[in-house]
């Protein structure tokens, strides 16, 4: 299983988009679709993961472990996962003077939708 490390949100205005390209760095198969573009939006305290490209399909074992996101002015009273149709708290820490909420171990999977709500 292949973790990401840890995975960086910056956010201006509490606002912020981004997108993650992966395939299997090794052959060519990415022309023939075997890629993965994960579209990221953070907006109004959600934090949402999409499909950014309907026609790469590819299969990973990459999870996400952390979350790093820099510019939350206060400490979130919760932090919460929705994933696969549940819903789970988050561990999270909060580091004031970098104004830098830590989530731990979201355990998903990059190529899945998802959404985390910080409240």
Do not use: C
């Not at 305290?45 to 979350?67: C, H, N, Q």
């Amino acid at each position: 299983m292949h973790f990401l490390g840890f995975f960086f949100f910056f956010l201006w205005q509490m606002k912020a988009t981004g997108q993650l390209y992966t395939d299997d760095g090794t052959t060519f198969e990415h022309q023939n679709g075997q890629y993965l573009v994960r579209q990221f939006k953070m907006a109004n305290g959600k934090l949402t993961s999409k499909s950014g490209d309907i026609d790469g399909v590819f299969k990973t074992t990459a999870w996400i472990e952390r979350l790093m996101i820099i510019g939350l002015r206060k400490e979130p009273k919760e932090v919460k996962l929705h994933y696969k149709g549940r819903t789970q708290q988050l561990s999270h820490g909060y580091q004031a003077d970098q104004h830098m909420l830590i989530v731990r171990k979201p355990d998903v999977n990059i190529a899945d939708d998802f959404t985390i709500t910080i409240s």
